[in-house]
């Protein structure tokens, strides 16, 4: 077997032992004699991968009593609708805070539906920074504050939540389960899986439960955070292997040493690779220091005509997907919990390599 190193922003790499875990228990699953994605979600060998998975987050987190959590299918995406449709009104429209391609997109898909109101952009200064909280323009009625905290196409993550008089609502698809959070700050915490959690195809929603609002009978109840909260997120059948997925990776997160200890390593795996960026006059990372993501590192070659061959000799070396988004181009390393610190050192092996034979 031969596993190379995955710098893909999403889908992107698990741990070993979760793929182990998840082969080893494929065909019979619990002893059912079939796997999970053959057993009923309304099963009690489904219910407990489904509590399992609740409480183990529960604790990873330590997410208080009074807030919800749900296990949505879709994407992020169809949360970037959910929110103000859950949330919002016309005369109580979210505020948006837009510092990157993700929060762009959550204020767009609100703005449609008449219920965002745009209260600060970096775009002009192309989505490098966060704009300074002294200009958001946040001080009327809203319903809540959005903001993405890792912006994972242009690295730029925020060290701490902002602190508002809105209940805040993050998007933490790029970086759950990376560093501690107090969720008690938090009126809603979402996050697509197939980057810290799992695999594509689930969507884990925190929220208040002081939030969970009736909606009009014309949006569908599918759409309902209260009503998918009451059905213990299966008003219909949710996206179990990626759920149970979920399951392995949080238990494999508090066999590591938690949150605490996530947070440490990839404070080590982006502080090595940024340090070796910094000290370069061939590679570049042009995010300030202060709004520099720890998990996706976008960086360039001064000489960006040899892009696409570093990427293409990248791979055959053993190291995928570093190609950057195609609105931003050059390269990017997205080094989620799984990506070992191997990884980086191997990546650092090639960068100086791929200099010493180019520049
Ligand atoms: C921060 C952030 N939000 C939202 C999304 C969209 O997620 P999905 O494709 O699961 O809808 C992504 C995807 O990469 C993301 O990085």
Redesign the pocket.
Known sequence: MTRIFNFC??PATLPLPVLEKARDELLDFSGTGMSVMEISHRSAAFDEVADRSEACLRRLMSIPDNYSVLFLA?????Q?AQVPVNLATADKPGAYIVNGS?SK??FAIANRLGLAHLASSSEDSGFKSIPDQADWDINGQYAYLHY?S????SGVQYRQPPSVAQPLVA?M??DILSRPVDVGKFGVIYA?A??NIGQ?GI?VVIVRKDLLNDLPPAIPDLQSWKIQSEKGSRLNTPATFAWYIAGLVFEWIEEQGGVGRMAELNQHKSDTLYRYLDQSAFYLNDIPAEFRSHMNIPFKITDESLHTKFIAEAEAAGLSSLKGHRSVGGMRASIYNAMPIEGIEALIGFMTEFENRTG
């Open positions: 922003a999403g879709g994407g992020a995406t169809t970037f993700w997109k959550a993405v890792n912006e994972t196409i998007d698809s790029s697509g197939q980057k594509a969507t």
